[in-house]
């Protein structure tokens, strides 16, 4: 595997626990339903979902809370098939207001899939929250209703995001630095 380190923290856990309380606040504002579905995509979704949640009790918004798994990405940085839901909701979302959670929009492909069908399955409404936007990837035109921090083009892990299924457990944001030449096929 190709040499890197994770010593430069892009977010600490500080600035974290204050954006993800700032986005509560604001999913509380623009998403009022007696119907409210919140479904995190897994797996790098986990932490900031189960943080995100924590602060709705205050809001009085009281979601049904449920999963899906989307997979793309084989080993490493780059994405290499169509993202496809390979774990379905059991949720019945006929009527429902749907917030999709994630932890990065990227190219946006995962997003748009899965918006879509979470939509197919009779949702009222499909809105997306991601803790993190790298813009400047976009390959499919999506954008997400609610932002944590928009970041430059590196690849981070930490607080759920990994690099080859690992470091999901940093309480931080660290960016992926190589250090050496890629594996020679
Ligand atoms: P998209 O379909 O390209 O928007 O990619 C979304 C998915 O790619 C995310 O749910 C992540 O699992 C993964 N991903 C994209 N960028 C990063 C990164 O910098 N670190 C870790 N995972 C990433
Ligand atoms: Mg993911």
Known sequence: MRPYHIKDVLITPRQLERRVDGLARELAAGVRSDNLVVIGILRGSFIFLADLVRWFD????????????????GHGT??????????????????ADVVIVDDILDTGRTLQKAAAHLQAK????????VLLDKPSRRVV?????????????AFVVGYGLDYDGRHRELPHIAKVTFTGPADTP
């Open 122 to 129: 009779g949702a009222r409404s499909v809105r997306t929250c």
């Open 141 to 153: 035109p999506f954008e997400a209703d609610f932002v944590g921090f928009r970041i430059e083009d």
């Open 78 to 95: 780059t994405p290499t098939a169509e993202p496809t839901v390979t774990r379905d909701c059991s949720i019945d979302l006929a009527g």
């Open 58 to 73: 205050r809001s009085d918004l009281h979601p049904r809370i449920d999963f899906i798994i989307m997979e793309s990405y």
